[in-house]
């Protein structure tokens, strides 16, 4: 399986690098038929007085992306729960792919690997030529993400995935974009457009 480790205001050391891979090898080995890549964010906040150090793991399993975050005061702490909490997802998600969208002898599609979607074919033109690049404000962030229609139970089950407060899907029989939220006081709620009369 293969890591990508980012660093945000710390340096990533090798101990640190092999710790974080070692730990989230043990939490996803019983997963890899599922898993291919992990992205793998370690951060530490910039106020001194703040001691938040915060491990964050995305991976995608057949196409689902499956997320756990989890802050501490020490990093190696937070690499440990973010593991343990990974794994416990990953767990939720088999178990639940295979309990209800199975019957004997269907399997999961595999997701395809980058070499097998690379076009053979060299590019002749210039990919630059005519383009000027254009650059998010700052403390923008956006996300791309594949949008298959779904109900509000398969959105509810992907918000319990990526470990967010809410989840934006577009709803299976209208086709609209809706926002699936976590109340606080227990419960889910659904945010979708009014349609003008």
Do not use: C, W
Not at 41 to 50: E, G, I
Not at 54 to 61: I, P
Not at 69 to 76: C, K, W
Not at 173 to 191: C, K, T
Request: aromatic share 8%.
């Amino acid at each position: 399986m293969k890591f990508l480790i980012h660093a945000k205001n710390l340096e990533l050391t090798p101990a640190l690098k092999e710790y974080t891979q070692a730990k989230l090898d043990r939490a996803v080995h019983h997963f890899a038929d599922m898993i291919k890549e992990a992205d793998v964010y370690l951060s530490v906040a910039k106020n001194p007085r703040v001691p938040q150090q915060t491990a964050e793991v995305t991976v995608f399993a057949n196409g689902t992306v499956i997320r756990a975050q989890e802050r501490s005061e020490n990093l190696y702490a937070s690499i440990d729960l973010v593991a343990s909490k990974l794994s416990r997802q990953l767990r939720k998600y088999k178990d639940r792919h295979a309990d209800h969208h199975h019957s004997n002898g269907h399997k999961a599609s595999i997701t395809p690997t980058t070499e097998s979607v690379i076009s053979e074919e060299p590019v002749n033109e210039s990919l630059l030529e005519g383009k000027k690049a254009l650059l998010p404000s700052p403390g923008v962030r956006r996300k791309y993400f594949m949008m298959p229609p779904m109900t509000v139970e398969e959105a509810m089950h992907q918000l319990d995935l990526i470990d967010h407060d809410f989840y934006f899907f577009r709803e299976k029989s209208s086709g609209e974009l809706q926002v699936i939220y976590r109340r606080n006081h227990g419960g889910y709620g659904v945010i979708e457009a009014r349609k003008e009369d």
